[in-house]
């Protein structure tokens, strides 16, 4: 079946580290590829996305998140993570045009100060 | 970015009444919307897919009487949580897919609902 799956469900970190979340997908065809988060108490907010073309994305607050086709992942990335980036961050993809998106079980990110 | 918005926000009721959810699009048009339920620190499950001006598509172990959905216009899709018990008590979320190029969807801040 097709899935999404996040590997870190709880990840802490001192500020200014760098961050990896790993996002791994079940589906050989063509995928579009979201990174979403949700800041406590706030809506799910998109901050990257990939279609087609350069598989290095940039996306908002100095996110980046890199498409390898080879590997099936969507790994998001910051290289110094801030107090502020604590939330809960979902890779999200949809595995085949005009259908449903699904989402990985989330990823808590916890910020030390 | 693309903005979603949800009424009401948060809402009690009592066992055996129906509640309404809308959710509109403010500044694009939205052929198809999404309605989720997210439990306590889980993921967002997907109940339905509304299209304008069609049926909706509901997944599986979704009970389409008990969760009514309209997506009357291009701007508002609504769900109506009929007959609500306990165990309906969630976080419902929509989101909308932006139309044309590059299809994302942006989601609204969510309902939550308590039953009584």
């Known amino acids: 079946a097709q899935s999404v799956s996040q590997h870190n469900h709880h990840v802490i970190l001192s500020e200014a580290a760098s961050l990896e979340l790993g996002c791994n997908y079940s589906?050989?065809?063509?995928?579009?590829l979201f990174w979403y988060v949700q800041y406590p108490g706030q809506h799910l907010q998109l901050l990257l996305k990939?279609?087609?073309?350069?598989?290095l994305v940039k996306g908002i607050k100095g996110f980046e998140a890199e498409f390898i086709k080879s590997k099936f992942s969507f790994n998001l990335r910051k290289p110094s993570v801030q107090w502020s980036d604590t939330a809960e961050y979902f890779c999200?993809?949809?595995?085949?045009?005009?259908?449903?998106?699904?989402f990985g079980k989330g990823t808590r990110l916890h910020i030390l100060p | 970015g693309a903005v979603v918005s949800q009424h009401p926000s948060w809402v009690i009721c009592k066992s055996g009444t129906s509640v309404k959810i809308e959710c509109r699009s403010l500044?694009?048009?939205?052929?198809?919307m999404f309605w989720y339920r997210q439990f306590p620190k889980q993921s967002l499950m997907l109940m339905a897919t509304s299209n304008e001006g069609s049926k909706a598509t509901y997944e599986q172990g979704v009970e389409k009487d008990k969760f009514l959905i309209n997506h009357a216009s291009l701007t508002l899709s609504t769900l109506t949580v009929t007959s609500a018990h306990p165990e309906d008590s969630s976080f419902y979320i929509c989101?909308?897919?932006?139309?044309?190029?590059?299809?994302?969807?942006?989601f609204g801040p969510g309902t939550r609902l308590l039953v009584l």
């Open positions: 589906y050989g065809g063509t995928v579009n």
């Open positions: 999200a993809v949809i595995m085949n045009r005009d259908d449903k998106i699904i």
């Open positions: 989101s909308a897919r932006e139309s044309g190029y590059q299809e994302t969807q942006y």
């Open positions: 500044d694009f048009q939205a052929t198809t």
């Open positions: 990939y279609f087609s073309g350069d598989p």
